[in-house]
């Protein structure tokens, strides 16, 4: 208890402003002001201010966004956990058995048609396991009826929803996620590093404040001047990094993106209809 009675501020500021370089100036002012020692430091405008947040917010959006439609990538997001499709119905696939069938003649033809292996890949999607999983029952029915044309049906109509589905997360990946993720390596990036510059300044400013406190007669004026050239660097950057996070805040990029992604979701559900 009687450490903290003894506690001086002043004198711990003192004592980090003694023979340092420029940067752990910076560094010591910033731990001053980050632990409440700091005196007076430099005000920041408030339209800056909201720009910072109207910044760090548009980009949360971005990542907000990011976190859901990366799921677009990965082909198996929808393909049901707790499926266990044998060799037999993975070497289904619709699109040679139509092809198969396109020649045939007999009943006979159309049953050797429908077991036929195929060699084509097997997109583990939802729409393409209902798709084999319809091939597959169409086998366990021995002769032609209703229900089996009206699986075979079934079986085609998922098959080209699946592959509707892999064209719509395709253009989601490229024209929405990579653009998105352009967006924070480039835009943000520069508004980032303008706002860091912006920091530095300040932090430079402010220590040279802080030492000109505690300098001698004889070095006040030096000390003025280096203020004076310092605040100048920091108004310079301040409006440098406002214009910049003004460009970021009003570029139509996202919103574009967004009409991209739109684009492709209404594409793949009007084939869906269509198609069933």
Known sequence: METFKNFNPSSINRKLSVAISPFTKRTAQFVRQTVGTAEDATELPDEYLQLEVSVDNLKAVHNKLLTVTSTYKTETYDYPTNLRETVSEISKTIQEKVQNLASVQSANEIQAA????????????????????????????????????????????????????????????????ECLISNLHTVFHYSTKARKNVNSSRLSLDSLKSSAKGSKPEKQEQMQSDIEHAEDVFVTAVEEATQIMKNTLETPELINQLKDLIEAQCSFYKEAYEVL
């Open 114 to 177: 429908i077991m036929k292996p195929t060699t084509k890949s097997h997109p583990k999607t939802l729409n393409h396991a209902l798709s084999r999983a319809a091939l597959a029952s169409c086998d366990l029915l021995d002769s032609p009826s209703s229900l089996k044309e009206l699986l075979f049906s079934y079986a085609e109509a998922q098959d080209k929803i699946g592959n509707a589905r892999l064209k719509q997360d395709q253009q989601i990946v490229t024209r929405f996620n």
